[in-house]
């Protein structure tokens, strides 16, 4: 009498659990980065809105104002003088440019490359 095989075999878990394990392994290096991008995006909305209406701003106010943003969101890359600002017309624009690796395993890193554009005023 021939016996059916039912389930999966031993072998078969391995080669299923080895790239849901390494795509897991990647998603935890990943996702702090992810959270610091978050901070960062945050600080700049936030210094967006509180600075609606403001006449007055200057290049060193706003930039001690996302200094004070990041050391209380802990936000320690990009530092505050990689955010530019720039006057475009009547208003300023807050924008940063950076990238940030996360090692993997071995040789392998993961390269994440961050763009943020705000509107002040």
Do not use: C
């Amino acid at each position: 009498m021939r016996q059916r095989q039912r389930g999966i075999t031993f072998i078969g878990w391995i080669v299923l659990l080895i790239p849901v394990a390494i795509v897991g392994y990647a998603l935890i290096r990943v996702v702090p980065v992810y959270l610091n991008y978050m901070k960062v995006s945050k600080a700049l909305e936030q210094i967006a809105s509180e600075s609606k209406g403001d006449e007055q701003l200057s290049v060193q106010a706003l930039r001690n104002s996302l200094d004070k943003r990041f050391d209380i969101d802990s936000v320690n890359y990009p530092r505050s003088d990689q955010v530019s600002f720039v006057r475009e017309g009547k208003s300023w624009v807050a924008e940063t440019h950076y990238e940030d690796v996360t090692p993997l395993f071995g040789n392998a890193s993961i390269l994440l490359r961050f763009n943020k554009r705000v509107t002040l005023n």
